[in-house]
Nanobody, 123 residues
Framework: QVQVVESGGGLVQAGGSLRLSCVVS????????MGWYRQTPGKQRELVAKINRGDYTNYADSVKGRFTISRDGARHTAFLQMNNLKSEDTAVYYC?????????????????WGRGTQVTVSS
């Protein structure tokens, strides 16, 4: 059983910073990528940032230059450093991971989501 747990959300004033963490636990061979998504009521979940095994990253245009995604491979953890927060960053932030299990000489891919952490930016 694989678990994905986010932490670090909270209430912050516009211009402030928060650091989100995502920890993956369970049985798997390796993590292919980890990503952060966010969602507000009535809107679709959107990609914020993503990082893969080779540390290649990509970001939504709206957060470039303000957010930084990183990972600690040994601890199966990803971080999202959010600086210069704006009211439009208010959302529930979810961690998404793809883990790989090797079986029958093939890589089997499985996607998991965390339950989310609320980020509220007051203006």
């Amino acid at each position: 059983q694989v678990q994905v747990v986010e932490s670090g959300g909270g209430l912050v004033q516009a211009g402030g910073s928060l650091r989100l963490s995502c920890v993956v636990s369970g049985s798997f061979d390796f993590i292919n990528y980890m990503g952060w998504y966010r969602q507000t009521p009535g809107k679709q979940r959107e990609l914020v940032a993503k990082i893969n095994r080779g540390d290649y990253t990509n970001y939504a245009d709206s957060v470039k230059g303000r957010f930084t995604i990183s990972r600690d491979g040994a601890r199966h953890t990803a971080f999202l450093q959010m600086n210069n927060l704006k009211s439009e960053d208010t959302a529930v932030y979810y961690c998404n991971v793809q883990i790989i299990i090797r079986a029958e000489r093939r890589n089997h891919e499985y996607d998991y989501w965390g339950r989310g952490t609320q980020v509220t930016v007051s203006s």
